[in-house]
């Protein structure tokens, strides 16, 4: 039988192998993600400071202030999203574990909280609070556009293709002036502890809305505006406009129908797809109209592509009246129309009585309606499939939801609530972009019969990668980068003083314990008959 000390060899000879394992698998992925540090140099302490004084910030130089670490405070907030508890609370926790292991002084909860504190005197208001909790905002959100961009380049340099990538390299034979491929979409977050007006201004309560442009031939979302809920998502497109390229192709819903934004699209040499609504009423030029023939074993309906599109007379050069007759041509034989407008454009009927908005009462709502500027090259049947690329929106924000802690809504304040939103973007960024990198060397070490192309799944990338990306992340830094020398500081015992304050129970209301609903209040009422022999 081994000895006591012997048993003590073994378990330190295996603690020492686990921890050795650990270090491993952090070099790996420091080996392995190389391209992935220029992120992390973004939150230097340098760059940080720079940016919130562009932006507006004023700070305090007193040594215990946040200004000196304000870089592992932004760390933090990345790490909470990763996590998935989007807190002030949650994020003054993660900074002080940062510091105290690093043996950093931080400074306390209620400056941390002052930040974000509105401004209630004039003092406050003089000292610019407002501004502060502004720019901090306005940093985070620079982070994320940088953060993007730089992936975006690295995923570039990777040997991955994306079915947005076959996709683009494929309509580019048919439209050679095309550079990206874009869908646009915004998505809304309630506010629990701001008012309904202004900024925070919702439909039924106080709310933000993101509107965000995401890039199908890469799965990030390249750029995005936050505003109040009930903003224009038409407007929040024309604002972001500028920063498309020339020969952009850009997927929208029936939310951005205008004909102001179409005027400006095509103003910059820009492309769209966007879905109509079914009281269009332009002047209307030439209709052709393509058979549609029911699949029965999938029981959908497709376009006949093996024949022609035949030219449909029409009396009146107003669509409304034109559809009335449209749909007497649809009754012995079901079509879809490609519809040539005043102006050059096209409205592509496409027959589709399964749609879910589909009115029995209706017939015009058999049709989905979408408007292109795209030329004749691209067919109805090819119009009508890319229009489904803009679904790609809706599961990067179902990935920024479920496991970025996008809307989490806990924090319910205007200005957390921003960092947050660009936090959650700098993790989605992150996790996908170690997902392009995986499959690379994937691809370059597989065997040829096993190196065909995949695609990576931006769901399952958010949902499984969370904490290897998180790993990660916190692998990559340098304390002497996140913070000033001036707070450099070694603190004994501090990473317990952190936790056990932290972990504290909350204190009691006065009514709960007049209601004796605590504990405190049973132990009291047991104390009243402790016998006199009862163990202490």
């Known amino acids: 039988m081994a000895s006591q000390k012997q048993r003590k060899a073994k378990k330190h000879t295996q603690s020492k192998k686990n921890s050795n394992l650990a270090q491993d698998q952090v070099s790996y992925l420091c080996r392995h993600f190389p391209s992935l540090i220029r992120i992390t140099n973004l939150f230097s302490i340098i760059n940080i400071q720079k940016l919130l004084l562009k932006n507006g910030m004023s700070p305090y130089m007193d040594p215990r202030s946040l200004w000196h670490s304000i870089g592992a405070f932004a760390v933090a907030m990345i790490t909470t999203t990763f996590k998935g508890v989007t807190t002030l609370k949650a994020a003054s926790f993660e900074y002080n574990q940062i510091c105290v292991n690093s043996n950093v002084n931080s400074c306390c909860e209620r400056t941390i909280e002052r930040l974000f504190t509105p401004a209630k005197s004039k003092a406050q208001t003089a000292f610019k609070t407002h501004d502060n909790r502004q720019a901090l905002a306005l940093t985070l959100e620079d982070l994320a556009k940088q953060c993007t961009g730089i992936a975006i380049n690295q995923k570039k340099r990777l040997n991955v293709h994306t079915d947005g990538d076959r996709v683009f390299n494929l309509l580019k034979g048919l439209v050679p002036q095309l550079t990206g491929i874009y869908a646009v979409d915004g998505s809304i977050v309630s506010l629990s502890n701001e008012q309904n007006i202004n900024e925070t201004k919702g439909s039924t309560k106080a709310g933000l809305k993101f509107h965000g442009v995401f890039d199908l031939t890469t799965g990030f979302f390249v750029n995005y505006l936050i505003d109040s809920a009930v903003s224009s998502e038409r407007k929040s497109l024309l604002d ?53 023939k029911r699949d029965s074993k999938i ?62 009462n209706n017939p015009i709502t058999n049709w989905v309606l979408l408007r292109t500027n795209l030329p004749d090259t691209v067919s109805v049947n090819i119009i009508a499939k890319l229009y489904r690329l803009r679904w790609q929106v809706e599961l990067g924000y179902k990935s920024l939801k479920t496991s970025s802690s996008f809307d989490s809504g806990v924090c319910g304040d205007f200005y957390l609530c921003k960092c947050f939103m660009s936090a959650s973007i700098i993790t989605y960024t992150i996790k996908l972009l170690m997902a392009y990198t995986a499959q690379n ?20 990338t958010a949902k499984y990668l969370s904490s290897g990306a998180c790993t990660w992340f916190m692998s990559h830094f340098a304390i002497d980068d996140l913070v000033d020398p001036i707070v450099k500081k070694a603190k004994r015992n501090a990473i317990f003083k952190t936790i056990a304050y932290y972990l ?31 163990v202490t």
């Open 441 to 460: 060397k994937y691809r370059n070490n597989a065997s040829s019969e096993n190196s065909k192309p995949r695609t990576i799944s931006i769901l399952k």
């Open 240 to 292: 972001m406009l500028p920063d498309f390229k020339i020969g952009s192709l850009i997927f929208a819903d029936r939310g951005y129908y205008g004909e102001e934004l179409f005027d400006d699209i095509a103003k910059h040499q820009c492309f769209y797809i966007i879905r109509g609504k079914t009281n269009l009423n332009p002047e209307v030029e030439s209709i052709t109209k393509w058979k549609v």
């Open 299 to 360: 029981d959908t309906f497709k376009i006949d592509t093996h024949t022609k599109g035949e030219p449909v007379t029409f009396e009146s050069v107003k669509l409304q009246d034109i559809l009335n007759q449209l749909q007497e041509v649809n009754t012995n034989q079901n079509y879809c129309f490609d519809i040539k407008i005043k102006g050059g454009d096209r409205i592509i009927l496409v027959y589709n009585p399964e749609n879910k908005d589909n009115d029995p």
């Open 504 to 534: 504290t129970k909350g204190r009691v209301s006065n009514k709960q314990k007049q209601m004796g609903k605590t504990s405190d209040c049973l132990i009291e009422e047991l104390e009243q008959f402790k016998p006199c022999c009862a």
